[in-house]
């Protein structure tokens, strides 16, 4: 028998529709790209919205075709998200931190009929003009009076030119829940960009879920600040569940600087904002460095790479909690959370940051399996290791126009290449990304374990672990640093630091100290360009060693 309920689909146009009905009065404030801040509410962005639609229509576009978008947080890149994935067109985030290769690659492969640019990154898409095929038509997001004069790109059209003369009205279609929404491609630290198909269902379910309390707990008297940009996985899906409970949203713009985003969250009372542990560390050490305090900031969301412990440390002894969670580009992203159950309450405070390290267990929405080697689950003792599958209807089930599929070839799981432990409370740890464990002597070291324990040391700013080649144990693991101003850290330092946390053939070989380290678009350590430097930087001693 069949239930008896309306069969209303799940559209982001609901969004929208639900946000401007009950809290059109709610602010949205933006660093502006041309410089200052812009406020305006979610009414104006339902009706800017609705003008975008109109004009979209205008340009010709059908059904399905995708619009690209680089550009940054801000409230013309809201309006593009809602005008475009209402109206039946897909909303395709460009990632401009891309190797310019690579974004060639995408527009190509996405196969945008119209790009929508931020002043900022308009160079971007100068520089790979001729390598793009099918886009007909490049939008500035800015007024008249800031439009930039392009010898490469003369026809560039202005945004508030473009829906001025656009009407307010405009009826957002009834679609198939399943019909697609936006498109966000996969970094590419592991291979080729990968793209990531969204539909209104699955945006939908998971903006819902990701509000639940021990999640992003969202209420409608927060200020919800996203500095996990729009083109890096919807912004976590911010966008969609800031509206979906009506709360005030904050975008930082282009500065997401320590500075820059203390004093946003001041003057605009941000209670809660969500970003990767690096954005976080840098806030972190501004603010100790000024010795200010972060007033109305009560909790931050974290996730993209494991946030060290002295970061979940500094902020809850300013009583900020902490909200970690895991998640990727194919599973929108939000998958496990960090969890504090019932039995943990009485833990001390120091396990229980402890605890919040780890990745956590899987969200109402989402299924895992931890299969070993052979692919059968493995026990479920916090020990053993295997690779993370997971599934759901927010998980990708195949990328955008590829032959690769995404699934395991089992049954529809999603295979992560993430190597976890998963414990009987089925809280989940990283372990590392497979092609980052370190393997010496047939032991598996896990380079995010080295990384933590080394970040908690002072004299270091930002640490990396990764293997090199050794003849006795195949791999070896090393470390790269590179230190606070003016701090000193010797290799007596690591061996000290490592002793009595790691096994004895965790402690790693060398340390190597950088001015910098390199880091992919998303803020991640390059894995892949740390290797290479100590390949040339060992190279480089042993011929030094020669000549002596
Ligand atoms: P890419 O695959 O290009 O790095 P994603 O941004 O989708 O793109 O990254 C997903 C990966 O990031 C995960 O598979 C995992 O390895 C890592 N990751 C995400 N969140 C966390 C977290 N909270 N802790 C540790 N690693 C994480």
Known sequence: MRGMMMNVPLLISSILKHA?????????????????????????????????????????????????????????????????????????TINPRLFHDQIAYIVNHADDSVIFVDLTFVPILEAIAP???????????????????????????????????ESEAFDWPELDENTASGL???????????????????????????????IFGFTVCDVI????????????????????????????????DGASLYSLFESEGVTIAGGVPTVWMALLDWVDANAQSLSSLQRIAVGGSAPPLDMINR?????????????????????????????????????????????????????????????????????????????????ASDYFNSRQNSTHEDNGWFDTNDVVTVDADNIVQIVDRTKDLIKSGGEWISSIELENIAQAHPSIKEAAAVAKLDQRWGERPVLVVQLQPDALFTHDDMVSLFS??????????????????????????????????????????ADAADDD
């Open 184 to 214: 966000c491609y996969t970094s590419g630290t592991t291979s080729d960009p990968k793209g990531v198909l969204y539909s209104h269902r699955s945006s939908v379910l998971h903006a819902l879920t990701s509000c639940l309390p021990e």
């Open 500 to 541: 009595g946390k790691v096994g004895k053939w965790s402690i790693p070989d060398e340390v190597i100290i950088v001015d910098e380290l390199p880091h992919n678009a998303t803020g991640k350590l390059l894995k892949s360009a740390i290797r290479e430097l100590v390949t040339i930087r060992l190279a480089g001693k």
């Open 131 to 165: 390598k793009i095929e099918n886009v007909r038509a490049i939008v500035v997001l800015t007024d008249e009076a800031n439009m930039p004069r392009s010898a490469i790109l003369p026809n560039l059209l202005c945004y508030e030119d473009l829906i001025a003369p």
């Open 315 to 395: 902020f809850q002894s300013r009583n900020i909690l902490v909200r970690h969670a895991w998640g990727m580009t194919e599973t929108s992203p939000i998958g496990l959370v960090s969890a504090k159950l019932p039995k943990h309450q009485n833990l001390s405070s120091e396990k229980q940051a402890l605890n919040l390290t780890k990745q956590g267990r899987p969200i109402y929405g989402v299924e895992i399996r931890v299969d070993g080697a052979d692919g059968k689950p493995i026990p479920r003792d916090g020990k053993a290791m295997g690779n993370l599958l997971v599934r759901g209807p927010w998980i």
């Open 225 to 256: 600040t996203p500095v996990v940009p729009m083109f890096h996985v919807n912004a976590w899906g911010i966008p969609f569940s800031a509206l979906i409970v009506g709360a005030k949203l904050v975008m930082p713009g282009a500065n997401l």
């Open 20 to 92: 401007v009905e009950n809290h059109g009065d709610t602010e949205i404030v933006s660093r502006a790209t041309e410089g200052g801040i812009h406020r305006y509410t979610y009414f104006d962005l339902d009706q800017r919205s609705k003008k975008l639609a109109n004009a979209l229509q205008r340009m010709g576009l059908k059904s399905g075709d995708r619009v690209g978008t680089l550009a940054w947080n801000g409230y013309r890149h809201m309006e593009l998200y809602y005008g475009v994935s209402c109206s039946g067109f897909i909303c395709h």
